[in-house]
């Protein structure tokens, strides 16, 4: 098995307040927009981003959540060992909003597709993005792209690619694993 770093800490944050900025450029001053971290690994990048976006940015009154999607996967019955739920917190309604989906790594699509549906039970956005840090671009099996990627991926066959962060794993860094 072998390892290669594809970001470290600091291109991390370079990309972080990259992001920040597109979402500034295209949602002013976040009146009608709502951020949701697709949970599990999303919440990071969430937290992240608006975290950015309220302390250096100055972005007042945002509203950002967290959205767990895990019976709402069309896989979520094939696996050897059952699934455990994670929180959804999500305390605004989403009703003719500007939604954001945030998650770590766009790799076939099935996540977003479920949260398409998951988001359904807090109201009819009037629009949803999506935000996403790697974009495994040949992997895809639904047509999905991101509108706010941070850097895309040429990962093929057994290859993983692995996002660490800080608060979770103690470090910010990307690998691509091959296994």
């Not at 009608?32 to 990048?45: A, D, E, H, S, Y």
């Not at 895990?70 to 305390?91: H, M, Q, S, V, Y």
Request: glycine share 6%; hydrophobic share 40%.
């Amino acid at each position: 098995m072998s390892q290669k770093v594809l970001l470290n800490s600091k291109e991390v944050n370079i990309i972080l307040h990259r992001l920040a900025c597109q979402l500034i450029e295209n949602h002013n001053d976040f009146s009608n927009t709502v951020l949701i971290g697709l949970q599990p690994r999303g919440k990071f990048l969430a937290d992240r981003i608006a975290k950015i976006l309220k302390e250096d940015y100055k972005i007042k009154n945002l509203n950002y959540g967290h959205l767990d999607i895990t019976f709402f996967r069309d896989d979520f019955r094939r696996g050897e060992k059952p699934l455990e739920a994670n929180t959804t917190n999500i305390n605004f309604i989403v009703e003719g909003k500007d939604v954001v989906f945030v998650d770590d790594v766009l790799y076939t699509g099935r996540s977003i597709r479920a949260a398409l549906t998951a988001v359904q039970s807090f109201g009819r956005p009037n629009h949803i993005e999506l935000l996403t840090l790697i974009d495994r671009r040949f992997s895809r099996h639904l047509p999905i792209q991101p509108d706010y990627r941070g850097r895309q991926v040429d990962a093929i066959n057994k290859e993983k690619v692995i996002v660490n962060w800080a608060e979770n794993e103690g470090e910010d860094a990307v690998y691509l694993i091959n296994k």
